[in-house]
Every structure is written in C-alpha cells, then in structure tokens.
C-alpha cells in the first residue's frame, strides 16, 4: 500500500482551483476595503415601488465578485467531501478517506437540518435559530461533533482502528501512512500514529465520547444547583441572600486549578471529600423536580402523588448509584442496585462545584429582576407559595438568557475537561479525551507537530460551535 | 447666522412618508403627511400609539435608525431642504436649531456627568463660546425653569434630583441654544399630575418668552387644548383631522376625532347625559391596513364601496383654508347629532358595609446603614391613620400621586404587608394581621387585584387558559380539570373575550385585552372586593373606555365593591360613588364624588382639580400650581403634610400648619376634611372647573 496525499488524485485538478478562488475572493476583499477608506459608503436608495436598490458601478461589481469567489471556495469544499464519499478508498486521499469516515454524520445533519428548516415556525426558539446564520453554523457544529460521539460511542462506526491500539513501526508515522500489515481492516492511520504508534484519528473521534458526554451532564447538574440556590437568594434576598452569594464569591476566588489538584490528591480521595461533596451536590436535581412538581399539583393531591412517586424515586435510584462508589467511603448500597459506576466521579464533582456559583449569580440577578413584575404580584395577591412563584413564574421568564449561558458554559466545560486532561487529573493516562491526547502529543511537539493538533482542533471547534450557538440563541430571543 | 431673519414659516412638512424595512416586508409607518408650523407656533400632534406621532418627530430630526426611511415627500425647516443635508450640516442644526425633549428624563441625562456640564457642552460645541460663558448661561437658564437653588442644581448629578426636576433640566438644555423649534416627544407622560402641570406651564411660558415654535406629541388632549395653536391629529399612520385647536375641538369634521372626544370622560358633563363610547374593534397593525379609509372598518358613518374604494385624499373643510379633514362624507355627517345612547342600566343599590379600616398605619423601619445594621432606624410612615368603610356594590376612589401611600395600602389589604396598627375588618372579622399564606382560601379569593400595567400582568410564558386555570386551582373552584376548564371559559365569556383566547399566548394579545384577561383572573374566585390599581391607565384612549364600562358591568352583576385606585380625576369622577384623596400616607379628604368634586375642597384636591388637563373648550379652570414637587416619604414636613405647598397656609393663625397634623373635620354628612383652615375660608372657595354657559 501507498501512502495516502491530503486530496488524493483528485487535488491536482481540484487544489489549483481552490487556490484561484481563494486569491480571487481575498484580491477581492483588500480592495473593498481600501475603497471603504476613500470614500463613504454609498446611501441605499429608495424605488419608487418602495424596494431597495443596492449600490451599482465598481463598488457593485467588487462585491459581486466577493460573493461569486465565495460561493466557488464553499462549492469546492463540499466537492471535497462528497467525492470522497462517493469515489472508492484513496482518490481524495485522506481528507476523502476522513469524509467517508463520518458519512453517518453527514447523513444525520442533512436529515436534521431538512426537518428542522421545514417546521422551523413550529418549533419556537429551536426554529428561530434557523432564520440565523451564525446560529445555523454554530448549530451544524455542534452537532458534528455530537453525531460523531453518538455514533462512536453507541454504534462503533466512525473510528478506523481502536484507540488504545499500538501497531508497531507506526509510532510517530506522518498523516496517511500505509499499515505494515496488507490484512488490516482499514488500510491506513489517517492522521498518523502517536508516540505510542496508536491511530491520531480513532482517538480524535473516541475523544468526542467523552466530551459529549460529560460537559452537557455537568453543566445541567451546575445549572440544578445554581438554580435551585440562586432562585430564593434573588426572590427572598435579605440575610440568605447575602449568605448564599458570599459563599458563591468564596468558591469563585480559589484558584481552580488547586482545587482540581486538591481533589484528585489520594490523601483526599481517602478522607472521602469529594464522595460527601458528590453526596451534596447531586441532590439538587431531587430537590429540584420535588419542589417543581408538588408547587404546582398540591392543589390536586390525586394527582401529586402518583407523579411525585415516580419522578422521585426513579432519580433517588440515579442519584444512589451515581454516588455509591465502591471502594470510598460511600459503599453501602447492594451490587444489584448499583446500576453503574461512575470512574470519572470525581471530574464531574469539581467540575460542578466550580461552575455552579456562576450559574446562582445569574440566577439571582435574573430572580431579582423578575420578582418586581406585576404577575409575580399577582401570584402573591392569590396566596401562591413561595416556590410556585419562584419556579413557575419566574424561571420560564429567565430561560433565555438562562439558555444562552447554557450553551456558553457547555463550552467552558468543555475547556475545563480539556484543562483537566492535559494536567492528566482525574482521568487514566491511557484516556483518549482531547486534553491528555494534546498533553501527550505536547512533549514531542518540536520534533512531531502532528499528533496533538487534531485533537486542539477538534475542541477550538466545538467550542467555536458552541459560542456561536450561544450567539445565534442570543439574537434570536432577543427578536420577536 | 444668516437665516435668523428668516420670515417664513419654521417647519413645513409636505406629503412626508416614512417607511420601516424589515426582513419580511416594508411597514409604511407615516404616509402622505404634511403640516406648518408658524414662528412662535404651537403645533399639538395628537394620536394613540403606534400611529406614528413620535416617527414624524424623528423624521424632522432625521434619526431613523437603521431600519427607517424617508420614501417620500419633503422636510423643510427654515426654508431650507432637511432630507438632503449632509451629516455635518445636520449636526450643526440639531441640538442648535432644533432641539427636542424626550418622554423619559433619566434616560436623557447622562448618569456620569454633572447637570452644569451637560449644560454647558450646548453652547461650547454649538458656538465655541469658552466654559465660563457656557456656565454663566447655564445657570440663567436653569434660573428660568424655576429650579430653587440653581447654583446647587449645576453641581448635582442627576439621579440628584427628582423626576419633575429632570424634565425641567432636559428643558432647560433644550432651551440654552435658544432653538427656533422644539419638539416634545410626551414630555410629561412619567411625571405626576401636580409637576405635569407646573412643566406646561414652564413650557408655554418659556415657548412665549423665547419666541420659539413648537411641536407638542401627546397622546392627551386636555394637555394639547393647554399648550398649542393647532392641533393634527394621527390615526394609522395619516394625519386625518388638521385645524386650529377651536376648529377641532368645537367643531371636528372626522369621524376618529368624534370617537375619540367621546371615549374620553369630560368633567363637564354628566354621566348620565353623556356615557362614554368606546371604538369598536382594534387599532389596525402597520401592514394590516384596509383599503380606503383606514379608521373605515371601525367608523359608525362607514359606507360600503365609497370608503373602501380607493385612498382619501386630505381636503379642505368648506370656508375654512386651515382646516382640513381625511374624510370622503364630513359634508354628509351631521356633526351636532348627540352620540346613540344604548340602554341606560340602572346602577346596583348600595348594600351594607363589606370592609372596614380603622386607624390602619403601617410603618416601615429603614436601617440608615443597611450593611452592618448599625446606625439610626428610621421610620417611614407609608400609612397614618387610615378609616373608611366600603359597602357592597360601591366603587370607592382612591386618589393621589405617586408616594401617597395607595399602593402600601393595598398591600396591607391584600396581606401581602401586615399593618402596624389598627384593624382592617371583612365582614365585621379582622383580617389586618393575618398574612396572606395564613388567609383562609375564601378570605384571599374575596379581595383581588387587577393591575396597571397590562404588559406585566400575564405570565408570558404560561397560556391565557392555564393562567385563569392556576386561579381557579388555588382557589379551590370545580372538581376536576373539565370543570374548572368550563368555569374557565365562562370567565372568558364574562369579560367578553372569544373562547378561542384560552390557548393563546400573552404575546398575542393587544392591551386592552390583557386587562380583560387580568379582570377575569381576579373574578375567578368570585371577588367581592377588588382593588383596581389605576387599571385603565396604560391602555390607549380609544379602549380606555371598553375597559372601564366592563368593569363597571362585572361590578352591577356581581355586586362588587370596586377600590378604584387612580390619578385621574376625569375618569373618577366618572365611574366612584365615593372619592379618597391622600397625599403621603394621610387621608385629607373624604366624601361623596359631588362633595369632594365641589367646594368646599381640601387645598390639596383644589391643586389636583386644577391640574388635571380638559379636553373642553367650554371648561375654565383656575391656574393653581403648585411650587416644588412632594416631599419625600422618609423625611415627611412637620404638621401638616400639605404646609410646604398650600397657598392656603397664610391664612391660619398661628403658624398651626407647621406645628400640628390637623384633625378630621367633619364638614358634612360623610364628608371629611384634615385641614386647619378656619370655615370662613372653606366656604369662600370657588369651583375649580367652571363650565362655560352654553
């Protein structure tokens, strides 16, 4: 076997065009700027039938050539993708053989996006999105990387070989590089080999596992903790308020990174910290849907109970196995009740504890803000309870800045993971996540630049996903 | 500057048309408006929201924003072309030449700089005089708005001073380039009654002293008839009624300005003779107008094919080259023709007394160092010996400006506070200490609250339905879902909503109609009491009047005692049985609305009566304004609450104003008075609102 170019046979007909569109679009763009310099901008003018009439003559031209040599740049790209897919192993070398990887991926997002653009004016604030171009981007994204996991994690598809395998003489090997054995299943490492001779692209792909599945998880616990705290810090104020918010500005001023450190230390792990921490923490979501759903239904006891019952015990049950780790201190319940284990317990725990006080303060300020509107008073005037107000008539009217931070702090978790990984805290050192791959890709980097960049790639991308979605969300709630 | 011995007119504007570009569709926001304004003028541009008064404003001042166009027509201001002046020529112009004050005073203000600087930056980027100059002129001219102390005023911030204060100061840096034009975008619309007053007559006074035109946007039209020569009024986007203010008022030849003068409570005339007459239907959205005539569709003199058919030209009334209607029929209609009275409904006796206060104070302690808790307590007294009695279908009026108290009053009613002292009794059983979550259910469905502000009073995000459902739940009404969702949609029949309203949300309905839905919620429980807090007062004119007769028929049919809290005279005048006056937190009168609207008055109600703006040519009224704005709640005056601002102090022995709170005189049957003026001058006062001969 040959090893593979970037674009195969195809790019030495497709690159030059490429490179001809890109010098045409960025000509393009320099003289429209240079032209802004010199002279105002246009006015629109107005037809008499009431349409607009945009700019004509040079200025016209210059941005019609902009969109043109835009649309061949995109065009190309996408040609890029789609022979890969559709032409056999090898022509479009290995951005095909990576195109061909993630066709399920490409399948999921087409199908998304038809459903989603054809009852867009059905769907709310999700719909909206799709009248936002950066919010569209940042959707699309999003959700590569979160098709990528799914398929990874629950189907095995997109990976080529398994992440922790090493095959020897690939160790360090540049991107495309032919297996020594012709019998493999896939016939090449696609982004090259690492240090420890294992498949850069299979890591890259199982990585997005274990991001996907933590960083949303986290930020919702985050999100229950900060919720049900800074709800009565903002409805109630007074003494809890200033209690509650000093605490909050407690945790936010220790240095993170320590207590990561502090947390994952052995000594520590024995005295059981973070398991009573975990203990604390995660029964927040229980109070949460507890109260949310007795405020609402008390009036209807007949109905409360049944409801109560079921919610409650089917996340005691959660929240039981979640925190029942064995080995720690916390190692009571019996093996068949524990429905699993989580290893990564710890990640979660300081994750969490270091986002949740952020989320209470917008809470808080939003709680603050809300609690002076006249239904609130309303609410108050018909003999409501406390929380009622709180999570009925308050919180639906906080969600959208509520939903922005949402997706923005999914993206500074995300970070956080990274962070965590590359100081190799928490997780196994064998862990294929973005942060320990980058770590491990660091310490040749002079000699081998290749292995830790798809992996930082992989996470400026979703996190760009992410602020941009955030961003797209932000618009499009502020617009009615 | 050459054109200062300009002679024509300062602002014409002709077929002016204004439109929004969105991403949908163009809104067309003003079509084919024109108008003059003389030197020395004052031009009232008259309309409900949305119709486009305020767009014309900043079309004069060329601020469209991003989105807003001139599609059409010509500004001319001193002769000279505005749509096609260069951004530098504008600039010159704005602010100089033109100036204009804005609705909301704070927010005109910046926040960070000291009143004298913000002053003074007028002259300094307009004339390049130095700042001694700029300052010496600052302080004549907050010398001429009649602020006290105007040396301490140019060393305030402005969050310094209060509301009525800030207008007289963003007039005052209207005035320092002395402006040929002012425009007043609603400039008096966030303060109260009493400083609305003494502000127009500022600005009238101001407008004669510096010779400079006007044009005044208000929503009013008693304010309007005090401040200006002509008046245009907006429907939808066109002017339809042109002419001076004695032309429009006395002798109007469009339907909406007919509409519009009878939807409005006069105090002139008698309820009976002349109920009011709410428009029909809806104002209609930018992009939703009819063809034709757009008032067509809620107009009573409509003709079918006639006004529908094509667009109305503006014309001129017969024998009258100032005056100009948009109206195809206004020399068909018989304009004299007295409004089409429906069936008079006889008005529910007046059963026995249902709720009692007596002696009811509430005071609050403000820690003076909120931190550590530390320092002096001070006491607000929000409420000082409160006592009244409401009976069974009677509409109690509760009527002062804002930090009089009514709304700490209603709170402690509604056990959202608990009094200090006294007894507030429903049914003859204390209910004044007992909080709201320690009420029986029966006790917090009997007294409800319908609120002002129509955008805040529905939960956005929960349906019209579920929210009447949540009332009818907590207060224990019907079995199950199916009867309380039946119970539901009678309570939607009985303020005269569709059915189909239940699954709405919120944002989908006008404002009007969110009152409605806010009236039903508060009759959910079968209200026996309810607490209007100035419920009409947010919405538009035209549905002002739907609102309140809806009220009016709940409470005939359900035999509601209705506390009507309000700053309108007008309309309480209009609608109570008995009126309350307070002012911070005493009760200075009390009696019948004839007692109370009639000499003899409290000196405070007489100060009220005069502000409150007429739309009546025929109505004189005395000019009492009152000095300085009132005192603030913390730091009451001593004795009498009304001393610092009574021009009727002089008149009693003693200096007893300022040692003493007077005690409750009572002058008639029911009527009661907290005032130390002698009888002698009781009975020696005039009325207000004298009402010409006809």
Redo the contacts between chains.
């Keep these: 076997m040959d090893p593979l170019t970037w674009t195969g046979p195809v790019g030495s007909f497709l690159n030059p065009l490429l490179g001809i569109g890109i010098g045409v679009f960025l000509t393009a763009v320099i003289i429209q700027s240079l032209m802004l310099l010199i002279r105002e901008e246009d006015p629109i003018v107005v037809n008499p039938d009431g349409t607009l009439a945009r700019k004509t003559g040079l200025p016209g031209g210059v941005e019609r050539i902009i969109t043109l040599s835009m649309l061949l740049i995109i065009v190309l790209l996408l040609a890029y993708i789609v022979l890969g897919v559709i032409t056999p192993h090898g022509t479009v070398g290995i951005i095909g053989g990576m195109a061909k990887q993630f066709l399920p991926v490409w399948i999921a997002l087409i199908a998304m996006f038809v459903i989603s653009m054809r009852y867009k004016r059905k769907l709310g604030l999700y719909g909206k999105l799709f009248d936002s171009t950066v919010g569209m981007i940042g959707l699309g994204i999003v959700m590569f990387w979160v098709f990528t996991a799914l398929f990874t994690g629950v189907f095995d598809l997109i990976a080529t070989h398994d992440p922790l395998a090493q095959v020897s003489g690939l160790k360090n090997k540049v991107p495309g590089v032919p297996m020594p054995d012709a019998d493999a299943p896939y016939a090449h490492y696609l982004l090259g080999g690492d240090n420890l001779a294992r498949d850069i692209f299979s890591r890259m792909v199982h990585g997005s596992v274990i991001v996907v599945a933590i960083a949303p998880l986290a930020t919702i616990f985050a999100f229950m903790v900060g919720i049900t705290l800074g709800l009565p810090a903002g409805y109630f104020s007074g003494r809890l308020d200033t209690v509650l918010s000093f605490v909050a500005n407690l945790i936010l001023a220790f240095p993170v990174i320590l207590l990561f450190y502090l947390l994952v230390t052995p000594e520590i792990v024995e005295t059981g910290i973070p398991s009573y921490m975990a203990a604390f923490l995660f029964v927040f979501p229980l109070i949460f849907f507890g109260v949310l759903l007795n405020s609402r239904y008390y009036t209807q006891p007949s109905k409360r109970t049944p409801i109560l019952i079921v919610v409650l015990g089917v996340l005691l049950l959660l929240y039981l196995s979640m925190i029942n780790q064995k080995g720690t201190v916390i190692d009571f319940l019996p093996e068949w009740l524990d429905l699993f284990d989580l290893d990564i317990l710890v990640v979660f725990v300081s994750v969490v504890f270091v986002n949740s006080p952020t989320v209470f303060r917008i809470v808080r300020s939003l709680a603050l803000d809300l609690r002076t509107r006249d239904y609130v008073a309303a609410a108050q005037t018909r003999g409501e309870g406390a929380w009622y107000i709180m999570l009925w008539e308050i919180l639906p009217n906080a969600r959208g800045p509520l939903i922005v931070d949402f997706c923005l702090r999914i993206g500074y978790t995300t970070i956080l993971l990274g962070t965590l990984g590359f100081f190799g805290l928490g997780l196994s050192s064998e862990s294929p996540d973005w942060g320990s791959t980058i770590n491990e890709g660091r310490k040749l980097l002079l000699v081998f630049t290749h292995p830790p960049l798809p992996p930082a790639f992989a996470l400026l991308t979703l996190v760009l996903g992410l602020n941009l979605l955030a961003d797209g969300l932000r618009e499009e709630s502020l617009r009615d | 500057m050459a054109d200062r011995d300009y002679t024509g007119p300062i602002l014409e504007i002709d077929k002016l048309s204004i ?1 929004f ?1 969105t ?1 949908l569709r ?1 809104i067309p926001a003003v079509m084919d408006f024109s108008a003059t304004i003389q030197p020395g003028e004052a031009l009232g541009l008259v309309g409900e929201s949305g119709c486009g008064k305020s767009t014309v404003a900043l079309g004069v001042m060329q601020d469209l924003g991003v989105n807003g ?1 001139i ?1 059409g027509g010509s500004i001319k201001f001193k002769g000279r072309e505005l749509n096609t002046m260069s951004a530098e020529e504008l600039r010159d112009i704005r602010g100089s030449e033109i100036a204009m004050i804005y609705q909301e005073p704070m927010a005109s203000l910046n926040p960070a700089m000291k009143i004298g600087r913000q002053l003074a930056e007028v002259p300094m980027i307009h004339e390049g005089v130095s700042e001694e100059e700029a300052l010496a002129r600052a302080l004549e001219v907050v010398t001429d708005v009649k602020l006290p102390d105007p040396e301490r005023i140019l060393k305030s911030y402005p969050h310094q001073l209060s509301g009525g204060q800030q207008q007289r100061i963003v007039i005052a840096m209207a005035l320092m380039s002395k402006p040929s034009l002012l425009i007043l975008d609603e400039p008096t619309t966030a303060l109260d009654v009493t400083v609305e007053a003494a502000v127009v007559e500022l600005v009238k006074d101001l407008g004669k002293k510096y010779g400079t035109s006007m044009l005044f946007i208000s929503h009013n039209l008693g304010l309007v008839l005090e401040t200006c020569d002509r008046i245009c009024v907006m429907y939808s986007g066109e002017a339809v009624e042109r002419g001076s203010i004695e032309e429009v008022f006395d002798d109007m030849q469009h339907p909406y300005t007919q509409a519009l003068f009878r939807s409005i409570p006069l105090p002139g005339a008698d309820k009976n003779a002349r109920p009011l007459i709410a428009i029909p239907g809806n104002f209609p959205l930018p992009h939703e107008r009819p063809d034709g005539c757009n008032f067509g569709p809620r107009c009573n003199y409509f003709e079918e094919r006639r006004c529908n058919a094509q667009a109305i030209p503006m014309t001129q009334v017969h024998g009258n080259d100032r005056h100009q209607t948009r109206c195809l029929r206004h020399e068909e209609i018989d304009w004299t023709a007295p409004p089409e009275v429906a069936e008079k409904k006889e008005k529910g006796a007046i059963g026995p007394v249902v709720l009692k206060m007596d002696n009811l104070k509430k005071y609050y302690d403000v820690a003076a160092n909120a931190l550590f808790g530390g320092g002096q307590k001070k006491v607000v007294k929000a409420n000082e010996t409160l006592s009244f009695e409401a009976h069974e279908s009677e509409t109690l009026a509760i009527v002062g400006e804002s930090g009089c108290g009514k709304s700490t009053f209603a709170k402690v009613l ?3 506070e608990t009094a200090t002292d006294g007894e507030i009794l429903l049914d003859n059983k204390s209910i004044g200490n007992i909080a ?2 320690d ?1 029986t ?1 029966k006790n ?2 009997d ?3 319908v ?3 129509p955008f ?7 349906s019209v339905g579920r929210q009447i459902m949540r ?1 009818l ?4 009404v019907g079995n199950n879902d199916a009867e309380r969702h039946q119970r539901m949609l009678e309570l939607l029949d009985l303020v005269k909503l569709p059915r189909a309203f239940a699954e709405r949300m919120p ?1 989908q309905l006008s404002g009007g109609q969110k009152q409605r839905v ?1 009236i039903a ?1 508060a009759f ?2 079968d209200a026996r009491i309810v607490v209007a807090d100035e419920p009409v007062s947010a919405l538009d004119v035209s549905v002002q009047a739907a609102v309140t007769d809806l009220l009016m028929e709940i409470q005939r049919e359900q035999k509601t005692t209705l506390l009507f809290i309000s700053h309108d005279l007008s309309i309480v005048r209009y609608l109570s049985d008995r009126v309350m006056v307070m002012y911070l937190g005493h009760v200075v009168e009390l009696g019948t609305t004839d007692q109370v609207f009639a000499p003899p008055y409290h000196p405070y109600t007489e100060a009220l009566l005069s502000a409150v703006p007429i739309a009546d040519t025929s109505v004189t009224k005395e000019h009492i304004v009152l000095e300085g704005d009132i005192p603030s709640a913390m730091n009451p005056p001593s004795g009498c609450p009304f001393q610092t601002r009574c021009r009727w102090k002089a008149n009693v022995p003693g200096g007893l104003c300022e040692k003493e709170v007077p005690p409750v005189r009572h002058l008639a049957e029911g009527h009661q008075v907290k005032c130390h003026l002698p009888d002698e001058d009781l009975q020696k006062m005039q009325p207000v609102i004298k009402i010409a001969a006809e």
């Design positions: 439109s570009f991403r163009e166009r599609v509604m056990g959202l709201i979550e009420r259910t917090v469905a007294i409800q609250m609120f002002q502000n805040d009073t529905l939960n956005p995000s929960m009332a739940e907590i207060f224990k944002r806010g919620r959910a429980g």
